[in-house]
């Protein structure tokens, strides 16, 4: 599989990433780990490597914490493993009733953020992680905190690098004020059917479909300070593979359509298709593939093959923006 290195880093990942929020049984605090857990996720590491994915992406909240557990148990089964691949994890969001009566809230406080690494390596079973992001926004952080935190991480050698996730670009640059490090990525929701990364550039000035608010400069800040952009959910959830678009507008239909058509006619999966409109983005997009199936890590494999014109890419964009171009 094609690999690219990450800018500001040394690390060369893989064009795909697994994600891992499948693994470990769900969101049922309740739920104990069991063999055919660990069987689960030793398919879904195999198939991962054998397709040369190197990249696994988690959080601390997968799974209650299970898909990090699981996780680390079949990666211990192959010594040696840990040095050639690439953990990322992240924290921030904390569950409601922890502690009991509290409110799910967001929480980048120093130790907060501490103590959440400390538990995701006891978790992982490793000694570091490659990336941490810090998980959708803190209104209440304190940027000398986050800073404190991050410093105090990087020199215990815990985690190498940091990013963030679902933050806009004022965030960002005022969250690197405070940081003598360049953050290393931002994972975003990016899809054909989420795709306010392009509209925001092609809707300036429009009076319709609608200007997304909240987009304004993140790519270009992105590519000009070398933030890798990850992208979740990159195939809405099997919407435009297969899903049910029965609740969805009739621009997603027709999207679903185009996307099958361009895969027929290539003979692969319409994952690969999907995923392919995002790799044709030249910031390279790095795609987050949130299924835990040995077969569809397969099918996603394959949009390495795509190479999308110019022309099916606006084709699909402007299908999935139910408006033609201005």
């Not at 991962?48 to 680390?72: C, K, T």
Request: include cysteine; aromatic fraction near 8%.
């Amino acid at each position: 599989m094609e690999k690219i290195v990450i800018p500001n880093t040394n690390l060369r990942v893989s064009r795909l990433v697994a994600g891992c929020m499948g693994l470990g049984g769900g969101w049922d605090k309740g739920t104990v780990l069991t063999k055919e857990h660990e069987t689960q996720a030793r398919k879904f590491l195999d198939k991962a490597l054998e397709l040369g994915i190197n990249f696994f992406d988690h959080a601390n909240i997968y799974a209650v914490g299970r898909a990090e557990e699981v996780f680390g148990r079949v990666m211990s089964e192959q010594p040696g493993l840990r040095e050639k691949i690439v953990i990322q994890s992240k924290c921030g969001i904390r569950w409601a009733d922890d502690p009991p009566g509290s409110p799910q809230r967001f929480d980048f406080s120093y130790e907060n953020i501490v103590s959440a690494v400390d538990a995701i390596l006891r978790r992982l079973g490793t000694d570091y992680l490659d990336i941490l992001l810090l998980h959708r926004p803190d209104v209440l952080w304190e940027g000398e905190e986050v800073a404190r935190a991050f410093a105090e991480l990087k020199a215990a050698g815990k985690v190498k690098y940091f990013g963030v996730s679902n933050q806009n670009r004022a965030w960002m640059e005022y969250l690197q004020s405070f940081l003598p490090d360049p953050l290393v990525a931002n994972q975003l929701q990016m899809s054909l059917l989420h795709h306010g990364f392009a509209e925001v550039g092609i809707s300036f000035n429009q009076a319709a479909p609608g200007y997304p608010d909240g987009w304004e400069g993140v790519v270009e800040y992105c590519r000009l300070k070398g933030v890798s952009l990850q992208a979740w959910s990159p195939l809405d959830r099997g919407a435009l593979t297969g899903g049910d678009l029965s609740k969805l507008p009739e621009s997603a239909r027709k999207t679903a359509a185009l996307v099958k058509k361009y895969a027929d006619a290539r003979g692969v999966p319409a994952e690969a298709v999907a995923l392919a409109w995002l790799l044709r983005h030249p910031a390279k997009i790095v795609p987050i593939l949130g299924t835990s199936r040995p077969d569809r890590l397969e099918a996603c494999a394959k949009s390495l093959e795509v190479n999308l014109s110019r022309e099916e890419w606006y084709s699909l964009f402007e299908s999935a923006r139910g408006k033609a171009m201005p």
